[in-house]
């Protein structure tokens, strides 16, 4: 029942001040340039599709319609020592010397404005917030709204929307001083978690589940094949999925895939990359609420097995207002102790209703 487990929503308004502006002027020499002419040339206005409404929207849902188990809490900064965990220092140095300024980091739309460090700082910080709160036990999971998102961002590149790879951080925080030996990341987001992937590629203590739309859709990596390497081989596991995948492909991937690989792998501590962009409504896939509730069940069930009460969700992606804010309140109420509804294919059940209504028209007697 909804309110069974305790739930830990970490939310900050600091973060709300990454807000790049594409009318804004930016750095010159930084991409500006060559970034504007792109813009000019494209049909229709474009405005930076990360922005703060994304988590005021899940905050005022969650507000309207408070979620019994759940409680809020501020997050906090990441020091420069455990972002270094997972970022090289000169890459933290020239992103440190962004502050307070406009600039373009990244051709593939990743750009910055006067509060956009200290909210990356934040949003890396609350992700291991939220990993320090569930390993003291203060409550059966946890959930760090963040932004900028995290699961792009390379060690040495920030990459599509992301500057620190938020998740990353956590689970490096989660071994180096939680005492954290074997962390399982399933990366749930419409998009491959190419930077997630690639600071733990050889890491055989470190596994990446990640399912996503296929290569081309952005970033064009997560391949089958791409399993990790060296000592790491065997912990990367990649499902690419094709356009307009659903409830039903994704519940199976989770069942036939994640489980088993939990299994094996006995994790003791459980961090999602909770993306929202593959609700319909986003276009990348087709996942409906109780397809995100399926997956979370599946999620707590493998937590309860392996590790209970370790479990940290943290935002990633979700642009259209609406089921981004849906899609978070529908997962909360599963951590929090819902039940989730079985994913069908929409419209079987209703056939199945107009056969019974039709069939007497069709038989003889
Ligand atoms: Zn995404």
Not at 46 to 59: C, D, K, L
Not at 101 to 126: H, M, P, Q, Y
Not at 153 to 162: I, L, N, Q, S
């Amino acid at each position: 029942m909804i309110g069974d487990r305790s739930v830990i929503a970490f939310y900050d308004e600091r973060m709300l001040g990454h807000e790049p502006n594409i009318e804004e002027p930016f750095l010159p020499g930084r991409l500006a340039r060559r970034v504007k002419e792109i813009l000019d040339g494209l049909d229709v206005k474009w405005s930076y599709p990360e922005h703060p409404g994304r988590v005021t929207a899940i905050r005022e849902l969650i507000d309207a319609h408070p979620i019994p188990g759940l409680t809020f809490r501020s997050g906090k900064i990441a020091t420069r020592e455990q972002l270094s965990r997972v970022h090289t220092l000169s890459y933290l140095d020239d992103i440190y010397a962004m502050r307070g300024k406009n600039a373009w980091l990244d051709r593939d739309t990743t750009a910055v404005s006067a509060g956009s460090v200290e909210a990356a700082e934040v949003a890396a910080g609350t992700a291991i917030a939220a990993v320090e709160a569930v390993m003291a036990g203060e409550a059966e999971s946890a959930f760090a709204l963040v932004r900028p998102p995290g699961h792009h961002a390379e060690p040495v590149r920030a990459r599509g929307f992301c500057l620190f790879n938020n998740v990353a951080v956590a689970a490096a925080h989660a071994q180096a001083a939680l005492g954290c030996e074997r962390v399982l990341i399933i990366d749930w987001d419409a998009h491959h978690a190419n930077g997630t992937q690639d600071i733990f590629y050889s890491d055989p203590d470190v596994m990446l589940f990640d399912t996503h739309r296929a290569s081309p859709f952005y970033p064009g990596s997560g391949h089958l094949e791409e399993v990790g390497a060296g000592s790491g081989e065997g912990t990367t596991i990649n499902v690419p999925l094709p356009e307009g995948s659903g409830d039903i492909a994704m519940v199976k991937a989770f069942r036939d895939i994640l489980v088993p690989a939990a299994k094996w792998f006995e994790p003791d501590l459980v961090l999602v990359s909770a993306g929202f962009d593959p609700h319909r409504l986003d276009l990348a896939l087709n996942l409906s609420y109780d397809g995100f509730a399926a997956i979370t069940e599946i999620v707590q069930e493998i937590v309860d097995e392996h590790c209970p009460g370790r479990l940290a969700m943290v935002l990633e992606g979700g642009y259209h207002l609406e089921s981004l804010a849906k899609g978070v309140h529908t997962v909360l109420q599963i951590l929090a102790g819902g039940d989730a509804p079985l994913p069908a294919e929409p419209g079987v059940d209703e056939v199945a209703e107009a056969a019974a209504f039709h069939l007497s028209a069709f038989t003889d007697d």
